[in-house]
Every structure is written in C-alpha cells, then in structure tokens.
C-alpha cells in the first residue's frame, strides 16, 4: 500500500500543531517510498532554506530506510564512507527526517521537518510521526 | 504581503474538490511570488510525472505573471521566440498554471494542476483560483 | 582587453534609457567573452522569467559571436542542425542577444535584453548596443 | 515592498566604493527576498571565481536571513547540521553575504561580495549594507 494522501495530511498536522505550540514556523514535507514529493506545507514565517532543508531529509529518510542523523554515523570523519553525503543528489545527515512504515514495517515514505535549530526539528518530526503512528495503530 | 498558508490551502481545497467531483486524481501546487514552493498535494492515484508537471506550469505562471499556456503564444512554431520553452530549467507551456493575486493586483503567487487531460487540469486549476478569489474579495 | 565595467554600464545604460523611454521594465544582462556574468540589472517591475531569458540570449550571442535569432536559422525545422538549441545548457534563438565587439572587430561579450515582446527587446538591446559602439568609436 | 533598483544600486555603489578605496576588485551581487538577481557588478580585475562566491553568499543570506557566516555555526566539524552547507544548490558560508531589511524588518533580499580575503569582503559588504541602511532611515 503506497502512503496515502490522509496520512500524510495527518503527519503533517501533527507536525504543524507542535511547532505552533513552540512558536516556530517550519516546513513540513511527506515523500513517497519512491522518494517522490506526497504533501508539502511551509509555515507563515519560515525561511526559504527550509524548503530544501526539509525535503532532503525526507529523502535522506527514505532513501537509507533510516532516521536522517543516523546516515551521518557513516560519513563523519573516521567512518567508512566519507563523502556518502554527497550521494543521491546530496544528502541532510542530520536530524529531522524520520522514515514512515506500515504495520508490517515495509516503509511507505518519510517525514522532513526543517526551520528551528535541529533538536526543534527533530520534536517537530516526532510529534508528526506519532501522529502518523496514532492512525495506523 | 506574501502569500499566506491560509491562502494557499484555500487554493488547493478549491482544487482538489472539483477534481474529487471529477473523479480525477490530480497534483496541486501552489507556489510563491519567487517561485518557491508553499504548499503542495498528490492525491491518491495521481501519476508521479504530474509532480514536476504541477510545480513547472506553477512556476512558469508567476515567472511570466500570465497563465501558463498564454506562454505558448510566443514559442510556437512560427511563434517569435522559438525555445523560450527551455529557459528557466525548462517551462510548461499549457494549461493548468493561473498566476495568484493580492486585491491590488500584485502577483503573490501560483497555483499548478497536472493530473488529467490539459482541459481537465484547467477546470480543476480554474476551480482552486476561484476558491483563492472568493477569499481576497 | 577583457570588456570594461565602464562598457558594460554604458551598454547597460542605453538599453536601459531606451526601455524607460518606451515604459518597458527590462532586464539587462552583459556577459564577458568567456560567457560570464559581467554586468546585470533588473528594473523595477520586469518579470522573473526574464532574469533567465536576458542571461540565455547574452550566452547564445557571445557563443555563437553573432546576434541571438541568427541561431534560430541553424535549427529551424528543415535546418541541418535540428536541437541545435538544447546545447550549451539550452539557447535562447531569438531577438535581444547582440555580441559586443572591440574596434580590432574582437567579440569582447554581449548583451542581452529580455522583458517585451521580441520586436521591443531587439530594440532597446539595439539601443544599449548604439551607446556602446558611440564609446568604442 | 520588493527591493528597488534605487536601493539595490546604493547598496552596490557603497561596496564598490570602498572595493576602489582598498584597491580591491571584487564581485557584487544583489538578490531580492526570493533569491533572484536584481542587480550585479564585476570590478574589472575581479576573478571569474567570484561570480558564483558572490551570488551564493547573497543566496545563503536570503534564504536563512542571516550573515552568510552564521550558517557555518550549524555546520562546522561538531555542529549538529552536518551537510547543511550541500543544502540549496550549495551554500557559502562564509562571510561576505548580509541580508537587507526593509525599516519594518522583512528581509527584501541580501547582498553578496567575494573578491578578496573573507575579511576583506565582509568589509566591502558591509559598506554596501551602510549604504543601504543609509537610504531606508
């Protein structure tokens, strides 16, 4: 089952609620399990940057079938594959990207939240993933 | 005043009911007076190519400031810009982008439809302007 | 000798002054004889497309070292060079490129205008070009 | 309110100005809130390097609204951003880009200077701004 257009809207809301209840404006982006764009929405007052920002670790997300921070593990100084973030058109190792699955664990898409500093995003993202999880509990 | 969420959901509400009404899965995009994505949605069954399709006449809407097929006029055969289509990355020339604007006239914005036939996707984009005017009026 | 900024400002002027003259927001771009990006104004009003357009016909007329429609005969249907405008990053075959030449009849850069229609952009990069040549005479 | 070419040209004259005074040719570009070039000036002498350096430092600094600089604090070895600088086509952060704001405090677009050492650009950079600030008080 492809992700659907009601879950995304649903991470999304999550995602969207948190952030106002902290103030910050974000971008929230949904990808497919193909990595291809699903819902989109950018805040009133989030900046231009977090477009990109927000859609890259998406893709991150789905692309490694891992958190995004998770990829940089692989590709810090002294790990094994420098240079893996300038893979796949570029990745966002960092926090904020949080891969999507179905109840019987397949990945169906993934979740990008950028525009506060990294640990906001990466609060953003849980709270659209819970949201997410909720429906499909 | 840049285009607000609000404005922006309001569009792609518009849209996606008349394209529900159809029958027609569709992708809508609305985007800013720079060009830069605000909000998006692929409903359900839409096809992947109308994600870029949807953004493209989108963008070359508020890039030209006219409804996207309103561009064909100047690169038709015999038209006198012939290849104006391969500027700015690449536009698309047919229907389905109508620019977004403020009461006093300025363009704060663009909506994009892709998923039907070129008729399809302007009665789908023309129904997302109309729910868009409604509310500046 | 490279093109001069003091060159490029005179060209850039004359188009400008012309473009005022017809009540036409313009953009104004002057590339060097590499193709690079020497000298660029946009007025006040002009359309995002033509940031684009006035770099791309600088490009084709100082890649070509003839005026930018003069392509167009290479690639016109019938003409022995069909695509000939998907090269160099993609052309732009039609009015507003004009090469810049030194007295020793050296291609030193070009200019490039974009904001009317074809007929008015010929026109006003004529006008920049006139300016420029009244320098050099 | 969109940046002017009044106000884009001030802020250029300003950093060319003390360029000239520190016998320094650099590369000056002005971009508006969406990242699109209003207006551009090479100093005869500048290396075509600063073509790219000057736009992608004013880019950086419109789409995070901040100096140039500030974006490298999130992505310096041990910082939680690793990558980011690989974001929006390729950021420079690194001094020289400043964001211009209009008196109310909307960034209308950034300006950017490469030419000469970062210190020396954030100087020139900072006279163009002065220039600018100038205007709008």
């Given at each position: 089952m492809p992700i659907s257009s009601h879950q995304a809207h649903t991470a999304i809301d999550g995602a969207e609620s948190k952030a106002r209840e902290m103030g910050l404006p974000v971008v929230v982006a949904v990808l497919d399990a193909g990595a291809h764009l699903k819902a989109f929405r950018r805040m009133d007052g989030a900046v231009l940057a977090s477009i990109d920002i927000a859609i890259r670790k998406a893709s991150t997300a789905v692309l490694f079938q891992a958190n995004s921070e998770a990829v940089?593990?692989?590709?810090?100084?002294?790990?094994?594959?420098?240079?893996?973030?300038?893979?796949?058109?570029?990745?966002?190792?960092?926090?904020?990207?949080?891969?999507?699955?179905?109840?019987?664990?397949?990945?169906?898409?993934?979740?990008?939240?950028?525009?506060?500093?990294?640990?906001?995003d990466v609060e953003v993202a849980q709270a659209g993933f819970a949201a997410f999880k909720a429906l499909t509990r």
């Amino acid at each position: 089952m492809p992700i659907s257009s009601h879950q995304a809207h649903t991470a999304i809301d999550g995602a969207e609620s948190k952030a106002r209840e902290m103030g910050l404006p974000v971008v929230v982006a949904v990808l497919d399990a193909g990595a291809h764009l699903k819902a989109f929405r950018r805040m009133d007052g989030a900046v231009l940057a977090s477009i990109d920002i927000a859609i890259r670790k998406a893709s991150t997300a789905v692309l490694f079938q891992a958190n995004s921070e998770a990829v940089w593990e692989y590709c810090k100084p002294g790990a094994p594959a420098p240079g893996l973030e300038l893979t796949n058109g570029g990745l966002a190792p960092f926090g904020g990207g949080i891969p999507l699955k179905s109840p019987d664990g397949q990945v169906i898409g993934a979740l990008g939240v950028s525009g506060g500093t990294v640990a906001q995003d990466v609060e953003v993202a849980q709270a659209g993933f819970a949201a997410f999880k909720a429906l499909t509990r």
